[in-house]
């Protein structure tokens, strides 16, 4: 970011002693040196990158969002239904290879209410 900035500094320079009479052409050169007109790959890369970024991060809160509902969901089948967890999570339909991973993350998140087996 610096050098692009250092650049844009200089060719300003340049373009005001050029063109000092001339004040559309150094508000033409300003508009395209700033980015308006002018995108280079850099410039298109780092867009790509910001997008790519927001998108799992999206992705990344709604997988999370997912995850802690069904942990809040086995919480109240545990507490409601008087379920063990290993019964909660065949209440809640959670499959067979998932469910490791569930009584994990909810044994970290609720230890003080796990009913063992």
Do not use: C, W
Request: no cysteine; hydrophobic share 35%.
């Amino acid at each position: 970011m610096y050098q692009a900035e250092t650049i844009l500094q200089m060719i300003r320079k340049v373009t005001m002693h050029l063109a000092q009479q001339k004040q559309s052409v150094k508000e033409g050169v300003y508009s395209i040196m700033g980015g308006h007109v002018l995108n280079y790959e850099a410039k298109e890369i780092l867009n790509q990158g910001i997008a790519q970024g927001i998108t799992q991060g999206i992705t990344q809160g709604e997988e999370i969002a997912t995850e802690r509902d069904i942990i809040d969901g086995i919480k109240r089948a545990i507490n409601k239904q008087r379920l063990s967890l290993a019964d909660a999570m065949d209440y809640m339909d959670i499959p067979v290879e998932q469910k490791g991973r569930y009584e994990k993350i909810f044994l970290e998140t609720y230890p003080e209410i796990y009913q063992a087996d």
